[in-house]
């Protein structure tokens, strides 16, 4: 069977986990955090930094951060992962669904202000795939309506859009470092906040209400409870493992866009002959192939597609059944407008396997079992 994932290991995890051990510093902000922290700061250029237990967490600290509360309102996709919406109801806050583009199947930003009322305080976009949503229509709308703007960025670690790096462009960015992610820790993820001035109160919530982080510091002499807080920091081992896939980031990016090129390129006469269709990246996205999927005719034709590749040994899966349709997202949230995309486009996407160190002979296997179920 050819696995759907397999989670990234680049060779020092398992050092760099022992130098954690004999550091004898394993708890939150040791050494490797430090260094993770350092290295998204200078090579995305974002004002901070901060390593979480996971990118859900980082969602919650967004939105907390965001002083989302009861009677507020949420513009976001219903085409995502149920962490983007339980974060936001965590605050009290409602959903506000809007339709999705069926082109990068992010949200579509024409549809956004429509949404607006005056209970609305924030826009949850989520680049789905590691492709950007149109950032600066978005940025536009939110200015003019006094909005914040949280950034799911947890597949896009490392994308970038007009060249900024994905998650730096809101006013929060939340990134995953799960298994199932470009770069993993197992469970994790990481806050960039790009204003200085939620920096103090981000340290705080992150450190069970505490300001431990000024006093590690040497800021203030002792430390004491300040505000409600949680915690929210990881261990320094979990920070080794992701450190060894940093220093190694573009070498996993690189390695991602070869298979993701080779797949595109074996089904481009697909997608002529109109068997299929493939995914596109817009003008001003650099992506992070962080998935691959193709788009077949509706429901039907996948389900059958999904069974024939597993019976060929093949893992692929399909993807978000739409929130506003599950239970969860019937109770805390509405969709406003028309549902012209989401649901139909979510019938038709699946998955191929795609990770880090995915070998020729595999994906070669993959596209002839592709190409075959179309009769190529
Ligand atoms: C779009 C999106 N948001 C949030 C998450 C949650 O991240 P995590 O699993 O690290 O909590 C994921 C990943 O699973 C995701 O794909």
């Avoid at 237990?53 to 969602?59: D, I, V």
């Avoid at 949404?115 to 949850?124: F, G, L, N």
């Avoid at 190694?248 to 299929?276: C, M, P, T, V």
């Avoid at 649901?343 to 002979?361: D, H, Q, V």
Wanted: glycine letters at 6%; aromatic letters at 12%.
């Amino acid at each position: 069977m050819i696995d759907f994932n397999i989670a990234p290991y680049s060779g020092n995890e398992i050092e760099y986990m022992m130098q954690a051990v004999t550091n004898k510093k394993i708890c939150g902000d040791g050494p490797f955090t430090k260094k993770c922290h350092q290295w998204f700061e200078e090579r995305f250029g974002a004002q901070k930094v901060l390593l979480t237990t996971s990118g859900t967490t980082a969602l919650e600290m967004a939105t907390i951060l965001c002083g989302l509360k009861e009677g507020d309102e949420v513009i976001l996709p219903s085409y995502t992962f149920s962490s983007t919406a339980t974060s936001i109801v965590l605050t009290g806050a409602k959903l506000v669904f809007v339709d999705i583009r069926p082109d990068t199947m992010n949200i579509d930003e024409t549809k956004i202000e429509a949404a607006i009322t005056d209970k609305t305080r924030a826009i949850m976009v989520v680049h789905y795939a590691g492709v950007a949503c149109e950032m600066d229509t978005i940025m536009d709308i939110a200015r003019r309506h006094n909005l914040k703007v949280i950034e799911d960025a947890a597949q896009g670690v490392m994308s970038t859009y007009k060249g900024r790096y994905l998650g730096t462009i809101g006013d929060f960015g939340c990134y995953s470092f799960h298994e199932t992610k470009n770069y993993s820790m197992g469970e994790g993820g990481a806050l960039v906040i790009n204003h200085p001035e939620y920096n103090e109160r981000a340290e705080i919530l992150r450190e069970k209400g505490t300001n431990r982080a000024k006093f590690f510091r040497g800021q203030v002499d002792k430390y004491t409870w300040v505000d409600y807080g949680s915690s929210y920091l990881p261990s320094d081992l979990n920070a080794a493992y992701l450190y060894a896939q940093l220093e190694k980031a573009d070498e996993i990016n690189e390695n991602r866009l070869k298979s993701w090129n080779h797949y595109n390129e074996a089904f481009k006469n697909l997608q002529e002959a109109g068997k299929l269709e493939l995914p596109t990246i817009p003008e001003e996205c650099v992506h992070n192939a962080h998935m691959y999927y193709i788009k077949l005719k509706d429901l039907k034709q996948r389900t059958e597609f999904l069974s024939y590749m597993r019976e060929n040994g093949v893992y692929t899966v399909f993807h978000y059944i739409p929130l506003h349709s599950s239970t969860a997202g019937m109770r805390f949230g509405t969709f406003r407008g028309e549902d012209k995309y989401t649901t139909l486009e979510s019938e038709r996407l699946a998955r191929l396997p795609m990770y880090y160190g995915l070998s020729e002979k595999d994906l070669k296997y993959v596209i002839k079992k592709v190409l075959e179920f179309f009769d190529e």
